[in-house]
Nanobody
Framework: EVQLQASGGGLVQAGGSLRLSCATSGFTFRGYTIGWFRQAPGKEREGVSCISTSDSSTYYADSVKGRFTISSDNAKNTVYLQMNNLKPEDTGIYYC????????????????WGQGTLVTVSS
């Protein structure tokens, strides 16, 4: 059974940092795309970043470029999202998700989702 467990959210002041983790199990880690998405209250879920577990290629939304870094630890089957210089607009529930497609960026391209972890950035 494929499982994704997101953790690491919390309350932080603007300018602060958090590191999110997505622990995965139930599939061969290599050969997929794992993405981070977020959903703010009243807004649609949006893509933040994704990484290929095959070649470690990455993608970032323009809104987080230069502030967020995605990485993977293949030995631990875990993907991380380091978030620096956080802004109030980064507030939302952060989800990690798994896609069998390379360079998957849209919500509909992902087949499995974790339960989400809440990030709150105060001004």
């Amino acid at each position: 059974e494929v499982q994704l467990q997101a953790s690491g959210g919390g309350l932080v002041q603007a300018g602060g940092s958090l590191r999110l983790s997505c622990a995965t199990s139930g599939f061969t880690f290599r050969g997929y795309t794992i993405g981070w998405f977020r959903q703010a209250p009243g807004k649609e879920r949006e893509g933040v970043s994704c990484i290929s577990t095959s070649d470690s290629s990455t993608y970032y939304a323009d809104s987080v470029k230069g502030r967020f870094t995605i990485s993977s630890d293949n030995a631990k089957n875990t993907v991380y999202l380091q978030m620096n210089n956080l802004k109030p607009e980064d507030t939302g529930i952060y989800y990690c998700a798994l896609s069998g497609r390379s360079r998957a960026r849209d919500v509909y391209e992902y087949d499995y989702w974790g339960q989400g972890t809440l990030v709150t950035v105060s001004s």
